[in-house]
């Protein structure tokens, strides 16, 4: 089984091959240029270089959120547009658990954290078993800074962190935690195509790939106008 | 003579708030058409919400491309080329379109051609006219835009005059607004307008100093609803129906005087209109029978097409096809994108 996985949720741009249990390729790039200049000649060159074609891959993989809603929007569109070209299924990874696969095998609990702006994160929290499976602590969920650091408080585990969602709060947690910490250094703590690439490959052994039409992005935050109606609304009702 | 091969191009629309696809062959016959509107979604908020619109793209985009394949009777491996809009409009929503067709392009090995959105409007006008060709002249008018156009040739565009401000489909909707009847505008003006006098009330004609062909809606919009203040200060019955009728007077009534100015100084036979106020009955009684009286012959596509749909980006995309016009896989999405430019 071969598959393409692509990573855009933030500002990395990340694509891969994994062929059965090798990663062919993987080319990441943390650059400002825009998704929509990097994703897909990124992709055409790891084909060119390994002598892939299109009609090779048998699952498209998507990186579907959270993050920026524009990134997982590009990449989205891409897996979509390539998934309908080809008439293959879909794999759509939720963006933190393909974060916390980046720390495969650790026994400190994980916490994958993503700048989600106005001093929020998108976040999950992790650990691995001891066969090595990865389980997640609750659903992943957007947070303040304080709410985050109440709950890892609370449970008072060491804890690695994960994300670009620490160049935001590092100061925040430095200063508030109160448990064992560490901050995942920069080969490991950016998204990769590849983790999404190997848990599109669990989901494919489960059954569980979808068709091309039903992927979206997992926003976690409904729409600023959206937000605005519904606040509108339950003013309504309240008076 | 060898029969030219057939070019059918896949065409990709998403700039706005309508995800859209079609299939056309040769630039000027429609295979296909699937347009799926938002319209319902964006009315609870009083206007287009770009992330919204964004958000229904993404979710919208494959259904509607695999329908207009199958309603054309097509694969993907028929098509010749795949176009798509990437410019002007809502960046977020061009850019679904945008990585959706450059994706198919690679995928199935196919040329990838950007179309610039307001010269599908424009060619709209080739699907059901196929006598069209240029050279002629062109008023564009939609909610984002106004432009009054020289078509020189495929592809070859150049803009005569443009709105300094409003444009004219913002001027109605601004307009509707603030006479409570709401979004979209611009049709329920025409509706209600129709059972109004137009002379009702004089509103001020605007003209750009030392642009004659340039366009200004914010003044009749504002001279719209300074009236409707005074109405209220002197404690007046509005006459809603009056008022609209009059306000829609002005503004077609500064599209249509531009126009024939232009076909007359440039000394051009042919006038075709274009965009989501094209579909507006009043302007297009007005510039018909300017045209006639001025013995210029005129073009307009029916409403379906003048609002957003695929078909005008294929028969666009056709044209930018054949002249050679190719792009990239970093196609990106160009929000600005200026009528004639080329990226």
Redesign the interface.
Known sequence: MRILAVESSAVTASAAILTDDIMTAEYTINYKK?H??????M??EIFKMTDTK?DDIDVIAVSVGPGS??GL??????????????GKKMAAVPTLDAMAYNLYGTDKLICSVMDARRQHLYNNIYYFDEENSLHKLRQQSLSSYEELTAELNELGKEVIFIGDGVSAAGRFFEEKLTCRYEFAPAHITTQRAASVAFLAKKQAERGELVD??AV??D?LRP????RE?AEKQEAETDA | MEKQEDVLILAIESSCDETAAAVVKNGRVVLSNIINSQIDIHT??GGV?P??A??K???N???V??LALKDAGVT?DDITAVAVTYGPGL??AL??????????A????KPLVGVHHIEGHICANYIEHPDLEPPFAALVVSGGHTHLVMVNDYGEYEIVGRTRDDAAGEAFDKVARAVGLGYPGGPKIDRLAKEGNPHAVEFPRAHVEDSPYDFSFSGIKSAVLNYINQCEMKKEQLNKTDLVASFQNAVVDALVSRAMMLVRERNIDKLAIAGGVASNSALRSAIQSACEQNGIKYYSPSPGLCTDNAAMIGSAGYYEYIKGVRH??????VPNLKLGERV
């Open positions: 825009t929509s200049q990097t994703l897909l000649p992709i055409a299109p809603f524009t929007r590009i990449g989205v569109a891409t897996g979509k547009g390539m998934a309908l070209a080809l091309a039409a979206k992005p926003y729409s600023q106008a959206e109606l | 609870l908020y919400v992330e919204i964004s958000r793209h993404i979710e985009i494959n259904p491309i695999e993907l960046v977020g850019l679904v379109g945008v990585a959706e067709a450059k994706a198919i690679f995928a199935k090995n990239g896989y970093d196609l990106n999405a």
